[in-house]
């Protein structure tokens, strides 16, 4: 006997799970579907130079290398960005700008596993990503499609978060900051959320830097309110240097208005610091208010130096992330998706093997009339088929023998409230449809 | 600069196929559940051993490890019913009998690539499969649903072969064939449709059989016909050897037809060999009489010893694999299936940087009320923005620009008849749902 289990940090999604997840996954598709993107999957399995490209070092650790040959030549995608950069290069020839696709798969990431926080070795993403339009139109539909998403799938009250990676050096200029570097200084700010103000002023001094330093950074860190406000103040603080940054940002959010977006959804966050190594234009992060905990359920940004990691030329490209699992797991907790054990909501019991014709032919006609059944997987008693359909989680069993065949009907027992009632196989058909919505 | 490129055997699924593909899935997942399925996902990573359970020796090569910690721990699942035995062990205190899962996931093989010929080493695979029932209730149910999920795609004409794996040694007896083994004989048999007889009876003399071996072998062979006349001729040749066996297949399509399926569907083959060391009852395989070369497009049977690798004692199961790259090559050569290059209908100009607010309000109009748009990516002339639509397969651009405002209407170019006409947004979006059907 072989021992049945699974590495740590890899799950099963057993079918309650999945009934659920494919449910969302199929909406969110049809939103990009809306907004005229079309579907693309990539190899699992690639070139290590391929999917290092972006990494390069931190990509090292994460990687999974298949012993393959050499063992340094494949691995797993840690990504579907990188993947969609390498498609976009060798493709571009025959893909009108812009290219704008969407990619729901698995990826795989050697990091260290906590199962009971939700972060696992394997994980879905299900990305969006414009290749080969300047900013703002294609990121400022991002933001439309990222509240049209979570909108679908039932969540009122969520917050995108936007903000420039170009602002981050000018910041520091004007706060007279030279070292240390910039991602040090990003990366605490990025705490700010999380630790609070003071905490942070704290771990920026750890860092070396000025109270006067500080003190400056916060003048701009803290300004808040509507876009013009924020914009007009930095334009005020930082003038020219910025001029251009808060021109697009300006062109960005009237885009977002114009889509229709809620402008109580929206927040121009100087503090908000995405992958400072990547990002290179307007950046955001979408999350619920009611479950800080949760993190973000979307994130992107725009990034225009990957694709050249490919080619002989930059081409601009922007996307987002949609978080599936975060999704799944905020909406079970604000209740709004719940959990089902079955497709079908009724089990048709095999009891008498004079009359398995007759079962059969209704539950062929139930399942072509577009009702799911299941049917009983072997004869046996009535009692055991009730006892299989309750452990099952089904409400109701379908039960047909002589005295229904003989009347041409069946009968329908709801197993909650023990009633039972007869129905002609048309009758049924109709029932059938209507317990499935 | 990387080098963008793909290694040998894996490829891309351009947006142009996985629109084929994504509705295809869609509409064999939507089958699955009409039967009461329900879906199942399982790691692309697993233990060495508990993925060789199944393949031993002829695994180890196919199988893509990883170079993880000794290097021998971990690897690529090489199919969907090894991890489904091992789930099944891992849980089945708390899933009720039958387990009855899908499951569509991409596996990987170490395989000698044959692109040109449609052989990857990474690929769908679309199974079904009911844990936990003895035959042949769910035998049957499988044959059931394969028949409607070729009839739901569009597929006409098609042949279900069936057998059982349980012949073979009561046919190489009464041919008093005891060297070499079953597995040779079974091997060159199932090359009967491929070679023909002549050269399957060279063959069978390579092996060492006599001439009286072979043509008793080939009584039974030869025997064809309506499933009754078939197990009449058997029982006549055989006797009680064979009495358990037919008495399965007699109610086995008994049930198949009381389910509905067409009687010239089913071919009663018992040449029908399928993975001997796998198998162990009723096995089956689909295939399009007009299209012989594209293979099986569904095949399956039961396989009662598989689960018991991983528990201590032995659970019947039984299941079918849907083909989904051979259906989509078959669909392709028949016409039914079309390719689109784009999920929407229309594109939409941005041409003005005055009336953006104007077309981005329209465009979100339209998505919102269900009809897919792609919005041009940046600003540019009316007669770039023609190109672009055109580039990439779209029959329809629309135009909105001062006059349009105005009026309070878009114009509707139809790039092909090169006619335009003008429409209110309210018939824009009537019109918008009739193209999109």
């Known amino acids: 006997m072989i021992k049945p289990r699974l590495f740590r940090g890899f799950r ?15 909406r969110v598709r049809q939103v990009f579907r809306r907004y005229g993107f079309v579907p693309l999957e990539t190899p699992a399995i690639e070139y290590v130079d391929v999917l290092l490209g972006k990494y390069g070092s931190d990509g090292e650790k994460l990687i999974y290398r298949l012993a393959y040959k050499d063992g340094n030549t494949l691995a797993l995608r840690y990504d579907l960005t990188v993947p969609l950069a390498r498609f976009y290069a060798m493709n571009y020839t025959r893909l009108p700008l812009p290219f704008r696709r969407y990619q729901v798969e698995k990826v795989w990431r050697a990091e260290h596993a906590q199962m009971t926080r939700g972060r696992f070795r ?14 703002p139109i294609p990121d400022a539909e991002l933001i439309s499609l990222i509240s049209d998403a979570l909108s679908d799938i039932g969540f009122n009250r969520f917050i995108i ?22 991602l040090d200084v990003a990366r605490v700010i990025d705490k700010l959320d999380k630790l609070g103000k003071e905490r942070v002023i704290l771990e920026l001094e750890k860092l070396g830097l000025s109270a006067r330093q500080i003190g400056k950074l916060f003048d701009i860190l803290d300004i808040s309110g509507e876009p013009d406000e924020v914009i007009e103040r930095l334009l005020s603080l930082l003038g020219e240097d910025v001029s251009d940054i808060c021109g697009e940002m300006r062109r960005f959010f009237g885009m977002v208005f114009s889509f229709g977006v809620p402008k109580g959804r929206l927040v121009f966050d100087l503090s908000l610091m995405r ?28 990034y225009d130096n990957l694709v ?25 907790r604000l209740g709004i998706m719940l959990k089902d054990k079955n497709v079908a909501k009724v089990f048709f019991a095999l009891f008498d093997k004079e009359f398995v014709d007759y079962v059969l032919s209704i539950v062929s006609r139930l399942r072509r009339e577009g009702v799911p059944v299941e049917l009983g997987g072997k004869l046996c008693s009535i009692k055991e088929n009730i006892q299989t359909a309750e452990k099952k989680g089904y409400r109701y069993l379908l039960i047909a023998g002589g005295d229904e065949k003989r009347k041409g009907v069946v009968a329908v027992r709801d197993l909650k409230t023990r009633e039972q009632k007869a129905l002609t196989v048309s009758e049924l058909v109709k029932w059938g449809k209507e317990i499935c919505g």
Request: proline share 9%; hydrophobic share 40%; charged share 25%.
């Open 275 to 302: 992958g400072l190594d990547y990002y290179t234009g307007i950046v955001f992060e979408a999350y619920l208010p009611d479950l800080p905990d949760v993190g973000s359920l979307a994130a992107g940004g725009r």
């Open 161 to 182: 978060k936007v903000s420039h990676r170009k602002f981050l050096p000018e910041f520091l200029r004007y706060a007279g900051i030279e070292a240390p570097s910039e």
């Open 122 to 135: 394997e994980f879905y993403q299900c990305d969006v990503d414009v290749v080969g339009a300047p900013p």
């Open 12 to 26: 099963d999604y057993p079918p309650e799970e999945m009934l659920f997840r494919e449910r969302l996954i199929e």
């Open 308 to 332: 050249g990691l490919f080619m002989n030329r930059s081409v601009p490209a922007t996307g987002t992330t949609i978080g599936i699992d975060r999704i799944l797991t905020a909406g079970r």
